[in-house]
């Protein structure tokens, strides 16, 4: 990869290499913009294939981070870190070796878990620096963010309904939802508890049963994308929207926690051609982020939740930018990002520093 051509198209700020040979430490944190307040973005082990592959990855997604803080009224930058490795190989020495590189960038960078990493390796991670979030709550963490994430969504639903049909009454729509673990399940408890009609899928008979006991249909896994059913909530996998899936919804809207739902931008088009009210992904699924965010200043569950409940407001907010300058919901998600950053990128941001600051203040023991 020519790295310093794709970092400034991409336009990183600081790309870090970090190698401890003696516990099989190899990293790399990319630090994409911190405009709007220190990188934060979880860390991610994978056995990649190349170190091409893992530096694309780190860059893709510390980029996407920046645009999930900025579109979500955060005052956090983007970044990302991954560790090249198999996850069987996790060890201590890794994670606190990690750490101790994590804390030589000054707090520029905050990690979180993410992808093969878990609340233990953020433990180890903060024995040797103050910034990580998604510590054990007896350290001041915030515990699973995926019921978060769950109320998020549904915020997001019910921000697509209004825009739709104008009322927010989750009872009075149908819902398809793929994929029911952590997060899914969570939104279907809430779709159920309003009386809807929900049809559920999952490779997981055990969840899917869980979800028939709360009073949803459960339906074939491939048979999902042709329910008759008012909006579609992808919690699953990328890509679930695509060419050959579009032809097949009878949705008014699409909206759900999955990352990376568009095969690519030209489904956010179609989606958008055929009248279909898509709520953009990373706008939607910002309720996990949200929630480590607090931690930042003291954690507090309701004040956590009283802000993944805002998640109303930037969708909303996203469909009238839209529906302003004629363009589809995805394209508008990241303009409305852009401006946020341009716009207070002139704007000094004391808080940056006490964000730190109070991440200093958590108990270790
Ligand atoms: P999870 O692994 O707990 O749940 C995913 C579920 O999808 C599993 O039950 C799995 O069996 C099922 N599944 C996989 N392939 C499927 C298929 N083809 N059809 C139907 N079901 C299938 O993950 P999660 O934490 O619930 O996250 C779900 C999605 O939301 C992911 O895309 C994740 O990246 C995204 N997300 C999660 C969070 C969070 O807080 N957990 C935050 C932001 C985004």
Redesign the pocket.
């Known amino acids: 990869m020519q790295l310093f051509a794709t970092v400034e198209t991409m336009g990183h700020e600081q790309v870090v290499f970090f190698h401890s040979p003696s516990n099989g430490l190899k990293a790399i944190v990319a630090i994409h913009d911190t405009t709007l307040g220190p990188a934060l973005g979880g860390l991610r082990m994978w056995p990649y294939a190349s170190e091409d592959e893992a530096l694309r990855d780190v860059l893709r997604l510390s980029r996407g981070m920046t645009y999930k803080a900025a579109v979500s009224g955060l005052n956090l930058g983007g970044g990302k870190a991954v560790l090249i490795g198999d996850p069987a190989d996790k060890n201590e020495a890794m994670f606190r070796a990690l750490g101790r590189f994590i804390d030589s960038l000054g707090g520029r960078y905050i990690t979180a878990e993410d992808v093969n990493t878990n609340v233990q390796d953020m433990d180890y991670i903060f024995q040797e620096t103050n910034h990580v979030v998604g510590v054990h709550p007896v350290h001041g963490g915030s515990g ?3 019921p ?3 109320y998020g969504t549904v915020r997001g639903i019910e921000a697509s309904l209004n825009w739709k049909f104008g009322h927010s009454d989750l009872s009075k729509a149908s819902y398809a939802v ?8 969570h939104v279907v408890r809430a779709l159920c508890e309003s009386g809807a009609k929900v049809f559920v ?4 008979a055990e ?1 899917v049963q869980q979800c028939v006991e709360l009073g949803a249909e459960a339906v074939g ?1 491939e048979d ?1 994308y042709d329910v008759e059913a008012t909006v579609f909530v ?5 890509a ?1 929207v695509n060419e050959d899936t579009i032809p097949r919804f009878k949705f008014e809207i699409v909206a ?5 739902q568009l095969a690519n931008d030209a489904c956010g088009d179609e989606l958008d051609r055929r009248g279909i009210v898509y709520a953009p ?1 990373y706008a939607i ?5 949200m929630n480590v965010a607090i931690e930042l200043q003291g954690y507090d569950r309701e004040r956590a939740m009283r802000m993944v409940s805002t998640i109303y407001n930037n969708i909303e907010n996203i469909f009238r930018f839209a529906e302003r300058d004629g363009i589809p919901t995805w394209r508008a998600a990241d303009r409305v990002a852009e401006e946020r950053i341009a716009s207070l990128g002139t704007v000094k941001m004391p808080h940056v520093r006490q964000s730190a600051n109070r991440l200093d203040g958590r108990d270790r023991k």
């Open positions: 699973d963010p995926s978060f994430t769950a793929q994929g029911v673990g952590h997060v899914g399940f899928t999952d490779m997981n969840r896994m999902i992808p919690c699953a996998l990328g679930v759900g926690a999955a990352n990376n992904d699924n910002a309720g996990g982020l």
